[in-house]
Structure formats: C-alpha cells, structure tokens
C-alpha cells in the first residue's frame, strides 16, 4: 500500500513538472514570436535580418522609430495578452487536475486498505 502510494505522489509531480516545462517552452516560443512581430510591425513589413548594422544603429537613434516601436509593441501586445493569460490558465488547471486525481486515488487506496 505504501509503496502505491509514494508511486502516485511521484507520478503527480513528474506529471505535474512536464505541464509547467510545456506550458513555459510554449510562453518562450510565443514571447519570441511576439517580438518578432513588433519588430517586423515597426518596419513596416520588413525583417530585422534584412537591416544592415549601420541601417539598425540609424534606426535606434531615430525618435520617431522608437514612437513606431511603442505603438507597435502596445499594438502586438493587445493582440496576443489572452495567449499568456489561457498558456498560464491551462497550466494551472492541468496541474489541479493531476493533484485531484492523485489525492482521489491516495485515498482510495488508503480507505481500500485500512484495517476495519
């Protein structure tokens, strides 16, 4: 019985550590994905890997490039808030879930057990 127990408390939280490293990778990718997209807005269309290092340099001294970057950054950043917002979401309520499903069956097999 002990042993079927620190067995489903260990599952859990191998479970419970593979949702939270998914749902971080996932924030990463979508945080690089999101300034990317910044970046691009603020070029109108164009790509960072297609600006020379003197183009780049006269670009970040520019003021009104860094008003485009805001607006573009404010711009993305209303559109992608609800992506962080459901990867934290789902992440807690996948975590909750292993955790009920896991004390459910602790005291399953505690009451399946137990000495009458």
Avoid at 31 to 41: G, I, N, P, S, W
Avoid at 62 to 87: I, M, Q, S
Avoid at 105 to 114: F, L, N
Wanted: glycine share 6%; proline share 2%; charged share 20%.
């Amino acid at each position: 019985m002990k042993t079927k127990v620190y067995l489903s408390i260990f599952a859990s939280l191998i479970l419970a550590v593979l949702v939270s490293a998914l749902g971080g990778s996932f924030g990463k990718a979508l945080a690089e994905h999101v300034t990317k997209e910044t970046a691009e807005l603020a070029l109108d269309g164009r790509s960072i890997s297609d600006l020379s290092r003197e183009e780049a340099n006269a670009l970040m001294r520019d003021p009104e490039f860094g008003d485009r970057l805001v607006a573009a950054k404010k711009e993305v950043t209303d559109e992608y808030w609800w992506y962080f917002g459901a990867n934290f979401a789902i992440q807690i309520l996948l975590i909750l879930v292993i955790c009920l499903v896991c004390g459910k069956y602790v005291i399953h097999t505690v009451t399946k057990h137990a000495r009458p």
